[in-house]
């Protein structure tokens, strides 16, 4: 069983920042892939980035420009880094990983950070 545990949520004004950081349980370069999902009231989780084992990096349209995904490998710890933030990236947001490849790929998640961009 893996453990994923995020941090770094909170209260951001329109146009600041934030960084989230999840720990895994296990070293991150067994991970297939490692990504960051967000949920908003009402709408379905979407992804926000991912990153391979071979540091590979995808962002979804809503936030490119604007986030980073990266993994410290020595410290198990996957993070995102996001500016210009927005009152629509108001979420709960989700820490992701993937074991192996499909169809035996394994998934796990993080219990949720809130993030809210309000002023």
């Known amino acids: 069983q893996v453990q994923l545990v995020e941090s770094g949520g909170g209260l951001v004004q329109p146009g600041g920042s934030l960084s989230l950081s999840c720990a895994a349980s296990?070293?991150?370069?067994?991970?297939?892939?490692m990504a960051w999902y967000r949920q908003a009231p009402g709408k379905q989780r979407e992804l926000v980035a991912s990153i391979t084992r071979f540091d590979s990096t995808n962002y979804a349209d809503p936030v490119k420009g604007r986030a980073t995904i990266s993994v410290n490998s020595t410290k198990n710890t996957v993070y995102l880094q996001m500016n210009s933030l927005k009152p629509e990236d108001t979420a709960v947001y989700y820490c992701n990983a993937r074991l192996g490849r499909p169809p035996t790929q394994l998934v796990f998640w993080g219990q949720g950070t809130q993030v809210t961009v309000s002023s």
């Open positions: 296990r070293n991150t370069f067994d991970f297939y892939n």
